[in-house]
């Protein structure tokens, strides 16, 4: 099985920056598409952002020239890099890998625990 593993979470001001984090491990063949999502309560789940195996990347339009998604797959870890935080960036923030498993024969989804960003003044 594959573990997820976030960080970076906090309050900070708004116009401040946050980099959270997301490291897996476990029993890992193979990591394809990851990506961010946030969930506020009352609403569902929505897609930040994310990124492919090769790199290629989309991002919710409310966060288009302030997020950056990253992944490093020496480490099997990725990024987001949260600049210029709004108030309405407050929300539990998950990560999210396409990923298959040793002794596995499909990839499925593995999220995170999910990790609080709040901003505020």
């Known amino acids: 099985q594959v573990q997820l593993v976030e960080s970076g979470g906090g309050l900070v001001q708004p116009g401040e920056s946050l980099r959270l984090s997301c490291a897996a491990s476990g029993s890992i063949f193979n990591i394809y598409a990851v990506g961010w999502y946030r969930q506020v309560p009352g609403k569902q789940r929505e897609l930040v952002a994310r990124i492919s195996n090769g790199g290629s990347t989309n991002y919710a339009d409310s966060v288009k020239g302030r997020f950056t998604i990253s992944r490093d797959n020496a480490k099997n870890t990725m990024y987001l890099q949260m600049n210029s935080l709004k108030p309405e960036d407050t929300a539990v923030y998950y990560c999210?890998?396409?990923?298959?498993?040793?002794?596995?024969?499909?990839?499925?989804?593995?999220w995170g625990q999910g990790t609080q960003v709040t901003v505020s003044s």
């Open positions: 999210n890998y396409w990923a298959r498993a040793a002794g596995d024969y499909d990839p499925k989804d593995y």
